[in-house]
């Protein structure tokens, strides 16, 4: 079981990015792909997740407005779109996939660095 996450870098306050998650050695059709993030000295927090059936479940009231979620079970990937970023955006970003949306994830991948700076 794999979960791939990539997009991660450095951009200015208000810019965008965009994060992929890749699965592998699971049936990702069946999962819920959620993503969390954790800042310096913070506790790891629930951003965004989207359901099997393509349901967003928004953690983080903060993120409504700029961040979106969509998948593709084709490809076994999902992609958190982060629009308007602010600098308490900066966190390393997991995907993990679960049950559902407000299950505990069962699987996770290894986070991706994103870095908001003015």
């Known amino acids: 079981v794999q979960l791939q996450a990539s997009g991660g870098g450095l951009v200015r306050t208000g810019g965008s990015l965009r994060l992929s998650c890749v699965a592998s050695?699971?049936?990702?059709?069946?999962?819920?792909i959620a993503w969390f993030r954790q800042a310096p000295g913070k506790e790891r927090e629930g951003v965004l997740c989207i359901g099997n059936r393509g349901d967003n479940t928004y953690y983080v009231e903060s993120a409504k407005g700029r961040f979106t979620i969509s998948r593709d079970n084709a490809e076994n990937a999902v992609w958190l779109q982060m629009n308007s970023l602010k600098s308490e955006d900066t966190a390393v970003y997991f995907c993990a996939a679960g049950f559902a949306c407000n299950y505990d994830m069962e699987y996770w991948g290894e986070g991706t660095l994103v870095t908001v700076s003015s």
């Open positions: 050695g699971f049936p990702m059709n069946y999962y819920a």
